[in-house]
């Protein structure tokens, strides 16, 4: 069988670059290969569903706004007879809390967003704590808060793009892919677990954290690692009226209130195990998260965990931005990963932008900095001073 595009992985990244190629050209023939229609271990389905206009990039700003753009529509546009993709926008806000080493820090990068149109304030600790007393705590000065910031329900996004781009002609196969085959210079196609093989002058990989190895195997090494990732549901006793935001601390624990009343928290650490491993460790909540949350917020003394579960960042080393384009070497060859802890929010304008790319196609966001380059020659483009997210 031979296609336009093969797409490897038809989770968030996958389904909306199937979609866009289809919308901005439906003859081109396009086939998504993924493994598991269930998406049980996908970045994507595990994610927090977290989009946030607050980021210090101009680039993952831009990409954010495009995102709000797109969900504020999202199940009118993607609605057919057999599905009504609701996201179930929460426009709750992201408060980021700063102390005063890290103020002027927060300042700039809200007085960037102003300059791109973002609805992004400070708030003093006295105004928090008036506005959430729960979120009072001796430890911030006060913080940049993204009314429009919010969580989406991963599951209906990549329903919606996948269920409109099966529509517009796109074949979906679930099927899992052994190896890429490299044709010298270029690439030639796919080969599956099961020995078939399926030709495409172009391949897009956007297996998620599964894509290095794919890539590492025909001589293309990306610098991105599987690294697990714990998020734990909890319940408390707090009582309160209203919204409350979703907030983060400087140390990186953030809490999500959830629409039941439980909050989700997670806390990225430095020693998360690399690898393809979804085991989680209950003891990290209780020895490390638990005790930073409460030297914050102090109200949060009595919790209990209600739920938790493990998903993996495609977390790149370099930089913790998207790898996203052509890979010079290998004609052809189109690389979609390193998106580490935000890359659910992306899948629109990334997916776009791939489209673009492959169908030559004016480019409708600049995101070449963002491009394969930078890591061939090793230079990073941090999002927030020099910190992976
Ligand atoms: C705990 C956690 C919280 C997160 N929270 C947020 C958040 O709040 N906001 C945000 O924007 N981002 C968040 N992220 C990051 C986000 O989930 C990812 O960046 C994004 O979903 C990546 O999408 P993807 O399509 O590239 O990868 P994935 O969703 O992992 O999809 C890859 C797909 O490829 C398939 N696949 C892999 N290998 C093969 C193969 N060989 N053959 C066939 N199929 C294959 C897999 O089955 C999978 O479905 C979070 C991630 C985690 C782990």
Not at 321 to 333: A, D, Q, S
Request: proline letters at 5%; aromatic letters at 8%; charged letters at 20%.
């Amino acid at each position: 069988m031979t296609y336009d595009v093969l797409i490897v992985g038809g989770a968030a990244m996958g389904s909306a670059t199937a979609y866009y190629l289809r919308l901005m050209d439906p003859a081109v023939s396009v086939a998504v290969l993924e493994r598991d229609s269930t998406y049980a271990r996908s970045s994507t389905i595990l994610s927090d569903g977290n989009v946030r206009i607050q980021f210090n990039l101009e680039e993952n700003i831009r990409i954010s706004q495009f995102a709000l753009e797109v969900l504020a529509t999202f199940a009118d546009d993607m609605e057919l007879s057999s599905y009504r993709p609701e996201v179930g926008k929460r426009h709750q806000g992201n408060l980021f809390l700063t102390d005063a080493t890290h103020r002027a820090d927060a300042v700039a990068g809200m007085e960037l967003q102003q300059s791109l149109g973002c609805d992004v304030g400070w708030l003093d600790a006295s105004e928090i704590a008036a506005r959430w007393p729960m979120f009072d705590g001796p430890r911030h000065v006060g913080g940049t808060f993204g009314s429009l910031d919010g969580s989406v329900d991963p599951i209906a996004v990549v329903r919606g793009y996948r269920q409109c781009a099966v529509a517009m002609g796109v074949e979906f196969i679930e099927a899992e892919v052994s190896s890429l085959i490299r044709d010298d210079a270029a690439i030639a196609g796919i080969r599956l677990a099961s020995g078939e093989e399926m030709k495409a002058p172009v391949v897009v990989n956007c297996a998620g954290a599964w894509s290095p190895g794919l890539l590492s195997a025909i001589g293309v090494d990306v610098p991105v690692l599987p690294i697990m990732r714990s998020v734990f549901v909890v319940a408390s006793h707090l009582e309160w009226e209203g919204d409350l935001p979703s907030v983060f601390v400087p140390s990186g624990v953030y809490v999500l209130p959830e629409k039941d009343g439980t909050f989700l928290i997670a806390w990225s650490q430095p020693d998360d195990p690399v690898g393809f491993d979804f085991t989680v460790r209950r003891s990290g909540f209780y020895d490390m998260i638990w005790p930073e949350l409460v030297d914050h917020f102090p109200a949060f003394d009595q919790l209990e965990i209600v739920e938790s579960w493990a998903g993996l960042y495609a977390a790149n080393t370099l930089d913790g931005n998207t790898i996203l384009g052509r890979w010079p070497e290998v004609r052809g060859l189109h690389i979609c990963t390193g998106f580490s802890g935000h890359g659910f929010q992306q899948c629109h304008a990334v997916g776009r932008c791939l489209a673009e790319l492959i169908l030559q196609r004016h480019h409708a966001l600049d995101l070449s900095r963002l491009g394969t380059q930078r890591i061939i020659e090793g230079e990073p483009l941090y999002e927030h001073a020099r910190r992976l997210i």
